[in-house]
């Protein structure tokens, strides 16, 4: 199985992302990701990016995706960093030829690196 990139969100790549997609309420949503459950800042970043990607801008989303995100992380990371990956599911997964699989990868990693820079 070919290996997925992990992204590494750093303090300012993730404040950067706020501003841009909560210019009006930058703090009360940083305070919001603050209460997301990570063994490391590294991880919180991370876990903050996803729940910022799978808000898309909608204020509202945030506390749901948060609540999402506290009880099984892997959910959030899969939707907001692998949507083409996690839609295949994990038996599937060993069922698809490596050159598709990596494709999908490539592809769900575009997206992804094409949100945080736009």
Do not use: H
């Amino acid at each position: 199985m070919e290996n997925q990139p992990v992204a590494e969100i750093s303090k300012e790549i993730l404040e950067k992302l706020i501003r841009r997609d909560f210019p009006e309420s930058y703090e009360i949503v940083k305070q919001k990701l603050d209460l997301i459950k990570s063994e490391s800042l590294n991880g919180q970043n991370r876990l903050s990016a996803a729940v910022l990607k799978l808000s898309n801008g909608n204020f509202s989303k945030i506390d749901l995706c948060i609540k999402m995100c506290n009880s099984d992380y892997r959910d959030v990371i899969s939707q907001a960093e692998y949507p083409r990956v996690s839609k295949v599911g994990f038996i599937e997964m060993e069922e698809i030829k490596p050159s598709e699989l990596k494709e999908y990868y490539l592809e769900d990693w575009t997206e992804y690196t094409n949100w945080i820079n736009k």
